[in-house]
Structure formats: structure tokens, C-alpha cells
């Protein structure tokens, strides 16, 4: 990794600190983009409003079925207390139900019910569709070359900021520990 104190004097920080920033800007900008559209409640199909995340995370309890919290929350890359309001309504909307874990009664197992399953479907169904669209609209300034290669970046990426914040959260709580 290149050190500040190793930079080309002739060379300011701006001058790497510009192109860098446009870069993050741009993922800044989609992220919350993104995040604005997956709060939009739209009907996928069913006759009944719900937002992207909603929907998702029947999907997740679809594809998963008997997950708890804490596997739904690690799915999604959430924090259990924002997957424990997610569930709350989505149960409230009918599209899942809980049982209690007999080991355990403090755990509960997530399954969907007939609507959660008509969801599941149409909002995959939806999905692909809006996944088709994008790469379309993509094809006008990007080749299918570049499109797969942002993909394949992203998914890297992913998995490199994740084991990055594990690695700052198990940090943290070590130095919370030895504060306390």
C-alpha cells in the first residue's frame, strides 16, 4: 500500500485523492440511490404493496426455510434488531409465520405461508425482468464484456468490505473490552 510519506513530492494529496474520491463518490451516490428504491412500495404482482426489502427477505425465508434471525440477518448482511422490524411486518402482512424452536424458546423458525410463496414468485419474477431491463439500458454505454466485469468486481468487492468490517467490529469490541 502506497505511504503517504512515500508519495512524489511534486505530487499533491488532492492529486490522488480526486480520481480516488470520484470513484467512491460514485458507489456513495448508488448506494443510496438503491437504498431509496428498495424502500419504494410497489405491487409485485400480488394485489398488495410491499418494498424491495420486504420482499427480499421473503424470498430469503422461502429459499431458507426455518432460518432464524440471526441466519436471515447474516444472509443480508443486516443487523438482527433490522431484521427482527422487517419480520414484524412482514408477519403482520401474512406473508410469514414463526414456530418456536423446541431446544430453545427464546429462537423462532421463519417459514412462508401460501401469499409469502405467491410473493416469493412474483417478485423473482419481477426481478428478472427489472435485471433484463438494466442490462439493456446498460448495453447503450457499456459492452455484456464490461457489464459481467463490473459484476464480477462488485462481487469481490463484496466479500473484501466484509471481511474488512468483521475484522473492525471483532477489533472494537476488543478495545470496548480492555476499556471496560
Partial sequence: MLQIDEMDPSQSIND?????YQRAS???TFVALRNQADEI???YG???LSNMTEAHLVIDICDHE???VTELAEMS???KSAISQIIAKIEKKGYITRKRCKSNYRVYHFY???EGLRLCRQHKIYDVQMMLATNERLLKFCTQEEIDAFYKVLHYRCIDLKERLDTDRKASMEKEKAAK
Wanted: hydrophobic share 20%; charged share 20%; with cysteine.
Fill in 26 to 28: 460514485n458507489i456513495y
Fill in 66 to 68: 426455518g432460518a432464524t
Fill in 16 to 20: 490522488l485523492f480526486q480520481p480516488l
Fill in 77 to 79: 448482511c443486516r443487523t
Fill in 112 to 114: 412462508p405461508t401460501e
Fill in 46 to 48: 400480488t394485489g398488495e
Fill in 41 to 43: 412500495s410497489r405491487d
